[in-house]
């Protein structure tokens, strides 16, 4: 009943910017932490950028600095704004939402975790 949809990967050349998108759909309540998370061949799934509810953020290393993350509460949907890319940065991108609830009936559902399908990444020249 509830989806993330991501949008906006593609091709950007290094030193280059993209904007990554994640709408979550459905009849929501209220999220928790929306975000983003990504996977590069071979290499395990890391942090990129959280942002609660009251929007306070947290940032990968790698990424800080570079990218910013932006929620609009109202829409539920989280943006990740990435300049200065470079090649490290080429991956999946997956749009993370946690603690979603939902009405269901005349009671609340809540999902602990959700993903995206994810949207590729690629810096290159």
């Known amino acids: 009943q509830v989806q993330l949809v991501e949008s906006g990967g593609g091709l950007v050349q290094p030193g280059g910017s993209l904007t990554l998108s994640c709408a979550a759909s459905?009849?929501?309540?209220?999220?928790?932490?929306m975000g983003w998370y990504r996977q590069a061949p071979g290499k395990e799934r890391e942090l990129v950028a959280t942002?609660?509810?009251?929007?306070?953020?947290n940032y990968g290393d790698s990424v800080l600095g570079r990218f910013t993350v932006t929620r609009d509460i109202a829409k539920n949907t989280v943006t990740l704004q990435m300049n200065a890319l470079n090649p490290e940065d080429t991956a999946v991108y997956y749009c993370?939402?946690?603690?979603?609830?939902?009405?269901?009936?005349?009671?609340?559902?809540?999902?602990?975790?959700?993903w995206g399908e994810g949207t590729l990444v690629t810096v290159s020249a």
């Open positions: 993370n939402a946690v603690r979603v609830t939902i009405p269901v009936g005349g009671s609340l559902h809540r999902y602990l975790e959700l």
């Open positions: 942002v609660t509810s009251r929007g306070r953020t």
């Open positions: 459905g009849r929501i309540r209220s999220i928790d932490h």
